[in-house]
């Protein structure tokens, strides 16, 4: 069998034409090129660098090394970010039809996590807190020892950590305290 390039690489070889200048964003006008545009937009459509810079015009010697050097210019990346959203807010309505065609099949798999997906896009996040109720009882009697113990082993007098204004407990008979 034929060594057949079509069969064998399914990406598209032919970008269409980049739009005029006036069309593009600030990002893309920017550049110092046509075939930088035309890099751009390419690699934007395909995600293989050797195959924009091929398209671009660049010399076929240094696609390799070339194409990985332009996708490190902060220009490019910048370029490449403006060219991409416009791409998917241009998908936005095939990515709302997928959700809504898995929301609609009572028997999809993964119908529960497109609900989830549509409801989190607009405000309707799943919730992932807790309630914690913590309930501590403090026994005076107890906290009181323990400040005189304490109070004790720093060598402070205890009334610096109780105080002083303590309230005398006992009956009252008479005059006398019990």
Not at 5 to 29: A, H, Y
Not at 65 to 89: F, H, N, T
Not at 92 to 110: C, K
Request: proline content about 4%; some cysteine.
């Amino acid at each position: 069998m034929a060594d057949d390039k079509r069969t064998r690489e399914p990406f598209m070889t032919d970008f269409g034409s980049v739009p005029d200048i006036s069309e593009l964003g600030p990002k893309m006008q920017a550049l110092r090129d046509d075939r930088q545009r035309r890099f751009v937009w390419a690699y934007a459509l395909c995600g293989d660098g050797v195959r924009a810079a091929k398209w671009a015009g660049y010399s076929a010697g240094g696609l390799v090394a070339g194409s990985a050097r332009m996708r490190q210019r902060p220009e490019i990346i910048d370029a490449l970010r403006e060219v991409s959203e416009k791409y998917l807010a241009g998908l936005l309505s095939v990515a709302v039809r997928t959700i809504t065609d898995i929301m609609e099949n009572p028997n999809h798999p993964q119908r529960l996590e497109a609900a989830k997906t549509y409801l989190s896009r607009f405000g309707y996040p799943e919730r992932k807190d807790a309630q914690v109720k913590v309930e501590h009882t403090v026994n005076e009697g107890e906290m009181i020892e323990f400040a005189r113990r304490l109070a004790l082993e720093i060598g402070v007098p205890e009334t610096k950590l109780i105080g002083s204004n303590r309230v005398i407990e006992g009956k009252v008979n008479g005059s006398e305290v019990e």
